[in-house]
């Protein structure tokens, strides 16, 4: 069985933090510790010794007057030719990985994936594996107009999700906005090119719209439940049930904050653990009637400090582990099979090309 990870912030943080993904996790925070910032809990080593085998990688890019803003996050837009070099920046950092290590691919082809996960059979040994990056654009400010989608398509972008914070496409979490008329637009040259739709952070309206108009295949990253958190970064019940009848797919993170309503950032970390992960697995299941609209959208590395993670995860190394809660549940080894990875890779392959 293969991990996979629909929410990493690889790219982002090498640009605000200066991490280095091909080493591991406790050698960069022992190395730098430091309080001010968010320690380091992901890496292509973690990840493959995890079983992680495909993460979709994310561009990210923030706005100068974006509220709440950390003193670690330096690097800011303010205008679109801002968050474009910002986020060619980062794309050029998974290319970088893909191309200076052998066990590194960038997924762009059905082929691509297929290679990836071939290495991925129980007889490869773990020095034979490769791993597998999916360029997500999380948040589509860096697009100029949405014809030039095409460009970002050329340069290896396969997922977007039109708005992280508000952009001149969508409204986002929170917000009364729903899709703007270029946000209309681009979700139709999105369709034309066949790209894996995120609805992700999007506002009610926006995902509403989004779900009624978009064509193609679609997924909610990292969006949790709402009946477990209030946030309205967090999905409501009709639309993830309009998610599943669209044949979509949410990924639930492992951040504490949207898996318990009563956790609160001054608690202890063994507050929460991985069985309310499970929880909210369970609760999207039920909704829906199948094990085939879940999956894991970890957003470990989402900039929280340690204490914001279940109790039992240290490194992303550790997300093997919800294999074996989802089965002390009751969960057969096939479901959470598709849970863990099945699910998100049906929704990969319908939109890669060909090679």
Known sequence: MVIVDAQQNIAFNAQQLGLDYTRWAWQQRHDAARADVPPPVASLRDNMMGRVGIVFGSLQVLSESAPGLQAWQRYTYRTAADARQLALWQMDTYRRLADDHEG???????????EVLETWRDEESIGQRLHGMVVKMKGAEPVSEPKQLEE????????VAPAWRQTRY???????????????????VMAGFQVLLDVSALSEQAT???????????????SNPRYFCQSRRC??????????????????????????????PGDRKRGVNLSHWVDAVDYVCQLTGSVDHVGLGSDIDGGYPYRALPSELDTSCDLWLLRR?????????????????GNMLRKLKECLPNG
């Open 104 to 114: 590194i691919r960038l997924i762009l082809t059905r082929e691509d994936l297929d």
């Open 152 to 159: 970002w398509l050329e340069y290896g972008v396969r997922i």
């Open 170 to 188: 969508a409204g986002s979490a929170g917000s009364a906005d729903g899709l703007t008329l270029l946000g209309y637009e681009l979700l139709e």
């Open 208 to 222: 509403a719209a989004a779900l009624e108009r978009y064509e193609g295949a679609i997924i909610a990253s990292h």
């Open 235 to 264: 999905l409501p019940d009709a639309l993830i049930r309009r998610l599943a009848e669209r044949d979509g797919v949410m990924g639930i993170m492992v951040y504490n904050r949207f898996l318990r309503n009563d956790w609160h």
């Open 325 to 341: 809660s989802l089965l002390e549940r009751g969960f057969s080894e096939t479901e959470t099979a598709a849970i863990l990875g």
